[in-house]
Nanobody
Framework: QVQLVESGGGLVQAGGSLRLSCAAS????????MGWFRQAPGKEREFVTV???????AYENSVKGRFTISRDNAKNTVYLQMNSLKPEDTAVYYC?????????????????????WGQGTQVTVSS
């Protein structure tokens, strides 16, 4: 069993930055693909980014160039650096871990392919 705990959310003005962290329990963290998803009020949960165990990265188009995912396997932690935030980035952000091997990023864009989820952290961007 893996537990994921997010932190770092909060209220920020448009154009500002936040860094989210997701700490994972367990000794096999380095083998997981780690993803970030978000869910805005009244909307479905959507893919934001993924970082595979092999170091490959994919971003949802609306966050490319503004968000950066990284991981520190020694600390069992994955990060999401969010710059140039916009009001439309307002959502609850979830980190997730997948033990599945996917040959392409399409697999990791699907939330059903993740095995463990954090509780979420609220990000609110004011205009």
């Amino acid at each position: 069993q893996v537990q994921l705990v997010e932190s770092g959310g909060g209220l920020v003005q448009a154009g500002g930055s936040l860094r989210l962290s997701c700490a994972a329990s367990g000794r096999t963290f380095r083998w997981y693909a780690m993803g970030w998803f978000r869910q805005a009020p009244g909307k479905e949960r959507e893919f934001v980014t993924v970082l595979t165990s092999g170091g490959n990265i994919a971003y949802e188009n609306s966050v490319k160039g503004r968000f950066t995912i990284s991981r520190d396997n020694a600390k069992n932690t994955v990060y999401l650096q969010m710059n140039s935030l916009k009001p439309e980035d307002t959502a609850v952000y979830y980190c997730a871990a997948s033990v599945k091997y996917c040959s392409g990023y399409g697999c990791y864009r699907n939330s059903s392919n993740y095995d463990y989820w954090g509780q979420g952290t609220q990000v609110t961007v004011s205009s």
